[in-house]
């Protein structure tokens, strides 16, 4: 795995160039020069040094003067109307402060770099096609990700970069080539993004539309009519987890939005949630969230539905994380939709939890106890490792598929609720040898008439041949209880009813 590389080109010395003479002698002379981030130029203040691992207030250097904001104003390009400006084929950004008259009071100026090797930790997904978009905290490093992407794209699809106050491709007619042969088409105001997205699209043609910090209800719907139209959509919003975005109303449909619905007493049960519950409205525009923790660490959320529909559900899916190393290689940690995979690849060596859906909780339980298999009743979606339903309740609009859908929980599906122990028994590799057989029907009996007796109702068994039917029967009799065949075969078998029936 490739390394982050040292800045390709990072035009300092033209950013230095642009301060009062002072501060640009300090800078020059100061051996942290390398990792300077922002410098903070606020009237009446003394100037404000920010480097990667520490703050210097510059005493003295004296108080900033409007005149040294004059001087620096005068030496960058105009400023748009969100009060941001560059210096020329460059990456640098200087954002001001401006009083009731405008008149500029401070000025923050951050250095801007293009680094190479930023996406090494997630290429894979970002060439995959699918569309990605990145959450974090400002400065921490989205824009560099999202123009190096733009470069790695670049090299094989037609990509075309939204670029809004010169955020990715620098000040200046000419893109800065940390971009690479991506095309760059500026936006003349932050409230122009939408429409430059959507007019990206209709009139260049592009496979690929990069953008940044999207932020508004009109940029949300911009990013979803771009992803339905069959492009690549990689873009950055503002957020440090995926549960913010899905709480920020603005921005909660680029991962399907939330609505409140009101469902059955039974979809309640399966789900163990009140009646009330919130759900995601419609399919997300991005199929990953990129959640940048550093620049070193991300979590994947991939599928974003899935996880969505987790945290909704409060049955949160762990992300996949990925760490990137000092000697470059990266650390994978799966998520638990991973996990999950695996962990049922195990499954018949250890305990099941499974979810009955349209079938008895007795018969289920009537069928574990006759196999004596490590299996367990889950009582809510929550818990379970599998759901068990008829195959007449299935089918790609149903119930049960709804509920299920996002979620990685299989389903199996039998044909009639006597099927159960077939089912176990195919599920743990048992054998089926007579003598097996006959202890199995002896002790599905057994605990069929303890049920019939305790709760007072009747009692279904699994589906057997006639001598095994005849065993239980004698069973069932030598209870106190009467019971009868029911069915043709192969699923003839028995039922048992309380005293008194």
Known sequence: MTSISEPQVDDLDLLLDIFPQRLSSYLNASPQLAHLIEIVMDLGRPAEVRFSNMVHRLKDLGTITAEDLVHTVNKIGDMNTDNRAGIERTLHRISAIKNRKGLVIGLTCRVGRAVEGTVEIIRDIIESGQNCLFLGPPGIGKTTILRETARILAEHKRVVVVDTSNEIAGDGDIAHPGIGDARRMQVPSPDRQHAVMIEAVENHMPEVIVVDEIGTEQETKAARTIAERGVQLVATAHGHDLGNLIKNPALSNLVGGVQTVIIGDEEAKFRGSSKSVLERKSLPTFDVVI???????????????????????????????????????????QGNVGEALDEREQMSAETIRIFPFGISVTVLASAIHALDVPALIARD?????????????????????????????????????????????????????????????????????????????????????????????RISFDSGLNSMSVGEDPTRRIRIYPRGE
Do not use: W, Y
Not at 302 to 317: F, K, S, T, Y
Not at 426 to 453: G, M, T, W, Y
């Open 381 to 473: 979606i929550g818990s379970a490792d599998m759901v068990l339903s008829l195959k007449s309740k299935s089918g790609h609009k149903s119930k049960v598929s709804q509920i299920l859908q996002g979620r990685n929980i299989p389903l199996h599906l039998i044909s009639s609720p006597s099927d159960c122990v077939t089912f176990l028994r195919h599920e743990f590799n048992l054998s089926q040898s007579d003598e097996e057989l006959e202890q199995e029907a002896k002790r599905e009996a057994v605990h069929a008439c303890k049920l019939a007796i305790d709760e007072s109702r009747i009692v279904e068994l699994s589906p057997r041949d006639r001598d095994l039917r005849r065993l239980q029967h």
């Open 291 to 333: 959640e940048i923790k550093s620049r070193d660490v991300f979590a994947i959320h991939n599928p974003v539905a899935a996880h969505v529909d987790g945290i909704l559900r409060n049955d949160r899916l762990e992300p996949e994380m990925r760490t990137r190393q000092e000697d470059g290689d990266v650390e994978i940690q």
